[in-house]
Structures are given as structure tokens and as C-alpha cells.
């Protein structure tokens, strides 16, 4: 078992920053999941943002925030995170971490594990 907690969200302007963290906690040894990044906006699916293999050693992003996100973990802290540059309206959203069991990262949120509870990043132009 893992459970995630997320924070760090609120509301920027355009352009603006903001830094995520996702802790995690359980029995589980938090290096062996690979981790990632989803967010989902009012009315529309879930999408995949980032994710990180269980090693650090391969990340992936979508399109959209691909060159303004960076996703990274420290295992001593069970911590996973977000940095958010040149934000734009488009990217207001909740956002949730996820746990994925094993070395390989997935787009597919139905690949996932386990999931905190999200929280909600609002950027206004």
C-alpha cells in the first residue's frame, strides 16, 4: 500500500511558476514504483503530464508541457515533483501523482496503482 499526498498548487498568473510535490508513505518502498504526473480540467478526461521511471533514470512528458515541466524524485525523501515554468491558462487543472509498481512508466492513467487526492493549479492570463 501507498498513499500519495500532493501539494503545492494554487493560483499564478501566465508566465509564473509553481513547484508540486507529491509524498509518499506506506509500507511499500517507494523506489520500486515508477511515478507520475496527470491532471485533469473540468469536463475533460484525465491526460498524462509527466512521468519518471522507479531509477530517475528516464522521464517522459507530453507535447503540451514538454520544455516548461520537469519531473523529479528523491527517494530519501519519498518524495516525487513538479516544476511548472511559463505557465499558461490552458494548464489550470487538478493534478494528481500516481504510483506505478515496477521499473516502466505508463500514459495510461488505468496503468496506475495508486493516486492521491489531486491538487489545483489555476492560471489566469
Known amino acids: 500500500q501507498v498513499q500519495l499526498v500532493e501539494s503545492g498548487g494554487g493560483l499564478v498568473q501566465a508566465g509564473g511558476s509553481l513547484r508540486l510535490s507529491c509524498a509518499a508513505s506506506?509500507?511499500?518502498?517507494?523506489?520500486?514504483?515508477?511515478m507520475g504526473w496527470f491532471r485533469q480540467a473540468p469536463g475533460k478526461e484525465r491526460e498524462f503530464v509527466a512521468a519518471?521511471?522507479?531509477?530517475?533514470?528516464?522521464?517522459d512528458y507530453a507535447d503540451s508541457v514538454k520544455g516548461r515541466f520537469t519531473i523529479s524524485r528523491v527517494d530519501a525523501k519519498n518524495t516525487v515533483y513538479l516544476q511548472m515554468n511559463n505557465l499558461k491558462p490552458e494548464d489550470t487543472a487538478v493534478y494528481y501523482c500516481?504510483?506505478?509498481?515496477?521499473?516502466?512508466?505508463?500514459?495510461?492513467?488505468?496503468?496506475?496503482?495508486?493516486w492521491g487526492q489531486g491538487t489545483q493549479v489555476t492560471v489566469s492570463s
Open positions: 500516481a504510483a506505478e509498481a515496477g521499473a516502466v512508466y505508463s500514459w495510461a492513467p488505468t496503468e496506475y496503482d495508486y
Open positions: 506506506g509500507r511499500s518502498t517507494f523506489s520500486s514504483y515508477a
Open positions: 519518471i521511471s522507479w531509477s530517475g533514470g528516464r522521464t
